[in-house]
């Protein structure tokens, strides 16, 4: 066998194992692509064995739905939003069931729920409000209770479930957006009595009965050394109704809803007056339902023939008196040129007469007051009954008034009118919205950065004048 065939020989073993090399390379990547998942939007998923692919929800099971898919067909995304592997095939648990993925959202994004349906309450849509470092939710606006993958929990009748309202005693009450609630006069409603009851520790934080975190009513996780400073709140001061997790009541206008107190009031909190101006009594009033200093108020009652008797009659009075009056009805007086007149004298308890007839304290502009009364009407020393009328704390404003409490200047800094709020010497209009404390450096309350609900809080204006991105 000459070189030539040898040459031959070994080309022709070269063709042949390059030949099975590529159909060997070739039928892994066709092994390989058979792996994925190729289905398509809303077919019900399969696993690889071609089996239905279900989940289980609330003890009833659910098919699988594919929801998108990426440019090889390969399942990426399916409802309810179960855990898929790469080739997207569901991932099953140690007991061979499906589980859900982590919602992850973003602040101020829309919730959804494990269906990708906009979660909202009260016909509003509800907002995430607050997540952790892997971008799962944990708090949203308004307060829904969320379970540990951050879904929304709901009730028997698909309704997303409202938080308590966590509260400590002294605190403004809050409502279900974390807003503070107003009586009718525009004044705050404390917290005066809470329940913590089914509150517990779980590692730093605490937990309620179903070991889910509890927040604040400003929304902020509560640290376990705080197991008896906070609770569900109960009662509040002014007494208005509460439902069962805390929140106020409000009637069919939007109106708080007072409880049943010493006076009756109406719809708007304010107390109900009778044709002539006299508080109208509640006598269905129960003290021992208030819970604040004072324990027991007197039952009044409006019956004027069941008055006590705290002195003796009229008859006894006039028996047991010395004034001619009382014996013969008649009243001596003397007119200013000493000539005394008689007036008949009328059917009355006490004397009319301030002075005996003839006698005038204050005949003349030369009078002269004696000590005492001269004690009385001086103004210095503080006994006179003329009201004081713009004290000087007043007269520089909420900033003069409040300087020295942060908080309640923040408070009516957010009252003031966005015109008005940047002329001040310690409001700021933080994003040209919203009026808070603050001065040229910026909010006072950091917090207020934070704030989902102001669009641009690159930016204020302080006495007129703009600071920060202000382009």
């Known amino acids: 066998?000459?070189?030539?065939?040898?040459?031959?020989?070994?080309?022709?073993?070269?063709?042949?194992?390059?030949?099975?090399?590529?159909?060997?390379?070739?039928?892994?990547?066709?092994?390989?692509?058979?792996?994925?998942?190729?289905?398509?939007?809303?077919?019900?998923?399969?696993?690889?064995?071609?089996?239905?692919?279900?989940?289980?929800d609330n003890n009833k099971t659910i098919n699988v739905i594919v929801i998108t898919t990426n440019n090889d067909g390969k399942v990426t995304k399916v409802s309810p939003n179960i855990a898929l592997d790469e080739y997207g095939y569901p991932i099953l648990d140690n007991n061979g069931k499906t589980y859900l993925n982590k919602n992850k959202l973003y602040k101020g994004d829309i919730m959804v729920d494990a269906y990708y349906n906009k979660v909202a309450y009260k016909g509003k849509y509800v907002k995430v409000s607050n997540i952790n470092e892997s971008n799962?939710?944990?708090?949203?606006?308004?307060?829904?209770?969320?379970?540990?993958?951050?879904?929304?929990?709901?009730?028997?009748?698909?309704?997303?479930?409202?938080?308590?309202?966590?509260?400590?005693?002294?605190?403004?009450?809050?409502?279900?957006?974390?807003?503070?609630?107003?009586?009718?006069?525009?004044?705050?409603?404390?917290?005066?009595?809470?329940?913590?009851?089914?509150?517990?520790?779980?590692?730093?934080?605490?937990?309620?009965?179903?070991?889910?975190?509890?927040?604040?009513?400003?929304?902020?996780?509560?640290?376990s050394n705080e197991i008896d400073k906070i609770g569900i709140v109960t009662n509040c001061t002014p007494d208005i109704q509460l439902d069962s997790n805390g929140y106020a009541k409000k009637s069919a206008n939007n109106k708080l809803i007072y409880n049943p107190g010493m006076y009756v009031l109406n719809e708007n909190g304010e107390i109900v007056l009778d044709q002539y101006g006299n508080k109208i009594i509640n006598t269905q009033y129960n003290s021992s339902n208030q819970n604040n200093s004072i324990n027991d108020y007197i039952q009044y009652d409006n019956n004027p023939d069941n008055f006590p008797e705290y002195h003796a009659s009229e008859q006894e009075i006039k028996a047991d008196s010395d004034y001619t009056e009382f014996k013969n009805g008649d009243i001596?007086?003397?007119?200013?040129?000493?000539?005394?007149?008689?007036?008949?004298?009328?059917?009355?308890?006490?004397?009319?007469?301030?002075?005996?007839p003839g006698y005038f304290q204050f005949s003349s502009s030369s009078y002269v007051p004696n000590y005492e009364d001269s004690v009385y009407l001086s103004k210095t020393t503080g006994l006179s009954s003329s009201s004081i009328i713009n004290p000087p704390y007043n007269l520089g404003g909420i900033c003069n008034q409040y300087k020295d409490q942060p908080l309640l200047l923040e408070e009516a800094c957010q009252k003031l009118n966005g015109n008005v709020c940047a002329s001040t010497s310690?409001?700021?209009?933080?994003?040209?919205?919203?009026?808070?404390?603050?001065?040229?450096?910026?909010?006072?309350?950091?917090?207020?950065?934070s704030d989902i609900f102001i669009p641009n809080r690159d930016y204020y204006y302080y006495q007129g004048k703009c600071y920060g991105n202000c382009q």
């Open 1 to 56: 066998m000459n070189k030539i065939t040898i040459t031959y020989i070994i080309l022709i073993s070269m063709i042949f194992i390059s030949l099975g090399v590529g159909m060997f390379i070739m039928k892994k990547n066709i092994e390989g692509l058979d792996n994925i998942n190729r289905q398509n939007v809303n077919d019900i998923l399969k696993n690889e064995t071609g089996n239905i692919v279900t989940y289980i």
């Open 136 to 223: 799962i939710v944990i708090k949203c606006i308004p307060n829904i209770k969320l379970d540990s993958n951050g879904y929304p929990l709901k009730n028997d009748i698909n309704e997303s479930i409202i938080n308590p309202n966590y509260a400590r005693i002294g605190d403004y009450l809050r409502d279900e957006y974390s807003n503070l609630v107003y009586d009718s006069r525009g004044s705050n409603i404390k917290v005066v009595k809470i329940n913590t009851e089914g509150i517990k520790v779980e590692g730093n934080y605490l937990v309620d009965a179903d070991n889910y975190l509890i927040y604040d009513s400003t929304g902020n996780k509560v640290l």
């Open 332 to 356: 001596y007086v003397r007119d200013r040129t000493g000539n005394v007149v008689v007036l008949p004298g009328p059917n009355v308890q006490g004397s009319t007469l301030y002075y005996q």
């Open 426 to 449: 310690c409001c700021v209009l933080l994003g040209g919205s919203k009026c808070v404390s603050g001065n040229e450096r910026g909010p006072s309350v950091k917090s207020n950065f």
